[in-house]
């Protein structure tokens, strides 16, 4: 009998979701699942509320500005918000300064601006223990820095940066500063507004508990971002332009409102168990991974000297094996489910010299792990890495040759 | 295409030395591009994988994912380790003749 899947992968998509997600989401859909706000019958302008309450909600729970709800703007996901804002930011002679630990949704837009566009752009590599120095940022302003990147916390090693320092610094100098949470949205507390962030970005399908499909982001009132695509609103259909308020501003077509009631009834299960007593839980569970993963030779962790401004990810290789090989023998012998490679995160690698090994094996922590499946996933590495062992102390296996 | 040459076959292959057409594979293929991966002859317990690899990817036009290779076959992730040495995804698949799977990294 096959055991059932111990899933640490929760980085690249929060699962299982809270039942009431699921619940929620299809009765919604199969209740109200009409065009939000474009018609006028009550069932659309239902919709369209819930559509309006989650915005409001999702900008006070970020700390947005909330007398200006339509600044929160819906899109697919964070790569897709990110190719709103990085080009609704950046023009021709202007410089960016962004970190070695961003995920490609910020790499590629920027690196393609800097090829097509004429763009400048300084990657800031982190320390040792993984963080960016606030201050390395503020000696690589130049005249025309127009924008300021940082992922507040790392896909691969788990870092979360200093965020608020970094505010500070780009607020003293009238530098748009732009934030990546998808990996912290719903994990730890963000106040947009204390920590002097104009632009946040997130997405619907990880710690917010919502579904795939969602995501966007929240700009603040003294920023406004150029327009790069175009289509339908819903709303003044005779202009022959696109809108120029938000939320229409940046909102393109119908929207996913199976992904907005996901996102909602994400709200209510963050709020009731707390965001707080999550991330405890799953910072417990960080530190039983790392320790029992210390204790096993040949097995190197990155960036987990300590677990403070942690979150519950964790990298690490097993020294003479492939990460891929590592994943496809935890997957395949201990039903536990990793990710392997870059993360999508090429330059992390590459600072780390983990790039011409194929990256790293990732574990990723989520809500509804457990201590047990946390101690079998350190049994699994343990015995990977026994195996490792005996293999190098014999000849390759194989039956007499034969002709075929 | 770059193309490299094995034991004087000469074969055109993709960036990472994976046969580039596999409907060109056939057994001495599967000869050759053993001795690139540091199989000095091919068993029987190497042909059964490499016959599965093949008969899937005909019947599905891709790999088949590592748990159920082990399930088809009979033989567990280790064993194929130790009969592939760059792992059933790397070594099987380049010795079947097929793409390497696409992977993060």
Request: charged share 25%.
């Amino acid at each position: 009998m096959e055991r059932p899947l111990i899933y640490l992968d929760n980085a690249a998509t929060v699962w299982p979701k809270p039942e009431n997600v699921y619940h929620f989401m299809l009765d919604f859909y199969r209740s109200t699942g009409v065009n939000p706000g474009r018609s006028g019958y009550d069932l659309a302008q239902e919709a369209g509320s819930l559509l309006e309450r989650l915005r409001g909600r999702l900008t006070k729970f970020l700390g947005g500005d909330v007398d200006a709800p339509e600044r929160l703007c819906f899109g697919y996901n964070a790569t897709d918000a990110m190719n709103l804002v990085i080009p609704g930011l950046l023009s021709r002679g202007d410089h960016v300064i962004t970190t070695n630990l961003e995920h490609n949704s910020v790499i590629r837009p920027i690196n393609h601006l800097v090829r097509e566009e004429g763009v400048e752009a300084t990657y800031i590599p982190f320390d040792a223990q993984g963080f960016v120095e606030p201050d390395t940022i503020r000696k690589a302003i130049r005249g025309n820095t127009r924008a300021v990147i940082v992922n507040h916390g790392s896909n691969v090693i788990g870092t979360i940066q200093p965020i608020a320092e970094i505010g500070k610094i780009c607020s003293e100098r009238g530098i748009t500063f732009v934030i990546d949470t998808a990996q912290t949205a719903g994990v730890i507390p963000i106040n947009m507004k204390e920590m002097n962030v104009d632009v946040l970005v997130f997405t619907g399908h990880k710690a917010l508990m919502g579904s795939m499909g969602i995501g966007g982001f929240c700009i603040r009132k003294h920023v406004n971002l150029r327009r790069t695509r175009a289509g339908g609103t819903g709303v003044r259909s005779a202009d022959p332009y696109h809108i120029e308020e938000y939320p229409w501003r940046m909102e393109f077509g119908t929207p996913n409102m199976v992904g907005v009631a996901a996102l909602w009834a994400g709200q209510e299960w963050l709020e009731e168990k707390g965001i707080g007593n999550v991330y405890a839980h799953e910072m417990k569970l960080a530190r039983r991974l790392v320790d029992g993963l210390r204790k096993i030779d040949k097995v190197r962790i990155y960036c987990c000297e300590s677990l403070e401004d942690h979150l519950s990810t964790v990298s690490m290789n097993i020294d003479g094996m492939d990460a891929a090989d590592v994943g496809v023998m935890l997957d395949v012998d201990h039903s536990v489910a990793t990710r392997t490679g870059l993360h999508c995160a090429p330059l992390v690698h590459e600072q780390l010299g983990t790039a011409n090994i194929h990256g790293s094996v990732r574990f990723s922590i989520g809500a509804f792990n457990t201590e047990e499946e946390i101690d079998a996933t350190i049994k699994g590495v343990e015995a990977i890495s026994h195996w490792v062992d005996t293999r190098r102390s014999r000849p390759a296996a194989g039956a007499p040759a034969v002709s075929n | 295409m770059p193309i490299i040459e094995i034991r004087g076959h000469k074969y055109e292959v993709d960036e990472d030395g994976f046969l580039q057409s596999p409907e060109a594979w056939n057994d001495e293929v599967a000869c050759d591009f053993a001795t690139t991966e540091g199989i000095a002859s091919l068993t029987e317990d190497h042909w059964k994988v490499v016959r599965y690899m093949r008969s899937y990817w005909q019947e599905n036009n891709s790999v088949p994912l590592a748990r159920k290779l082990c399930k088809e076959t009979g033989f567990t992730l280790q064993q194929l380790y130790d009969l592939f040495p760059s792992g059933p995804v790397n070594g099987a698949c380049k010795l079947a003749g097929l793409s390497k799977p696409p992977s993060c990294a």
